[in-house]
């Protein structure tokens, strides 16, 4: 059973800082989604297995960065100059059946809420 475990989310003013953490049980091409009240959830960024690949929606493009730590089996996302439509819920995810390229995720972590204040 893959278990994912999210910690470092938080309230944090508009053009601050954030980073999120996510702790899997094992290596998998992984990624990040957030859903806003009354939205969707969508796509954030996604790493590669290897961590040779990343993918960002195109609203965090140059302010958010994915990283991984495969020694760790942590995936992190350092997010800068936040603003108040970043504010939702963050869900780590990991798609076990493919290693780059369009993830579909078929684990998810139990979120945790990013709140930036205008």
């Known amino acids: 059973q893959v278990q994912l475990v999210e910690s470092g989310g938080g309230l944090v003013q508009a053009g601050g800082s954030l980073r999120l953490s996510c702790a899997a049980s094992a290596r998998y091409f992984m990624g990040w989604f957030r859903q806003a009240p009354g939205k969707e959830r969508e796509f954030v960024a996604s790493?590669?297995?290897?961590?040779?690949?990343?993918y960002y929606t195109n609203s965090v493009k140059g302010r958010f960065t994915i990283s991984r730590d495969n020694a760790k089996n942590t995936m992190y996302l350092q997010m800068n100059s936040l603003k108040p439509e970043d504010t939702a819920v963050y869900y780590c995810a990991a798609d076990s059946r493919h290693g780059d390229g369009a993830i579909v995720p078929d684990y998810w972590g139990q979120g945790t809420q990013v709140t930036v204040s205008s």
């Open positions: 790493i590669s297995w290897s961590g040779g690949s990343t």
